[in-house]
């Protein structure tokens, strides 16, 4: 944890949405914050699917051309800023020749078109999420979401994100807590 001195950095760290999060996009929600500093936060939901759209409509409206072991992956609703913006949340082991983000060992991101066409040729990182836009904070906005009881911190962790199906991912991640969902109240106190 943060020193009183020291700013807090919760990059790498999953957020769960509490049950009484004010806004219904985030509701029920888990966030990879791929960067946190002072200067705001910046990460992905990766517990929530695009509905009907997939991996092959998105390569297809970028024109690119599906191998034949392209996989089935559903596309995620990474957040309501730059909705029409790719990224890749991936595990480690790939980079992009263009720009790859290393979050931490076990995680980066990549923004590049460069690992959707991998991807389409049945390359790229061993674990993906692709996910159409992200969630961001300004200065401050986070750590008042924070105070305010809106999200609980757990470690990212690759199996809850990548092999955990979407509906088990927010029960999952409470139990990393030690915390049932059944327990948890939509309001909170403060000590």
Known sequence: MASLNEPLNLTGKLLIAMPGMGDPRFAHSIVYLC???????MGLIVNKTMGEMKFADLLEQLS?????DTPKMPLYFGGPVEGGRGFVLHSSEYRSQISTLQVDDNFAMTAT?????ELAEGGGPDKAILALGYSGWG????????????WLICDGDLGLVFDTSDAQKWENAL?????????????????
């Open 35 to 41: 960067a946190h500093s002072p200067e705001g936060a």
């Open 113 to 117: 078109l460069d690992v959707i066409e």
């Open 64 to 68: 690119i051309k599906e191998a034949t």
């Open 175 to 191: 139990k990393t807590l030690g915390i049932d969902a059944l327990t948890l109240s939509s309001t909170a106190g403060h000590a």
């Open 139 to 150: 200065p401050g906005q986070l750590e008042a979401e924070l105070a305010d009881n809106g």
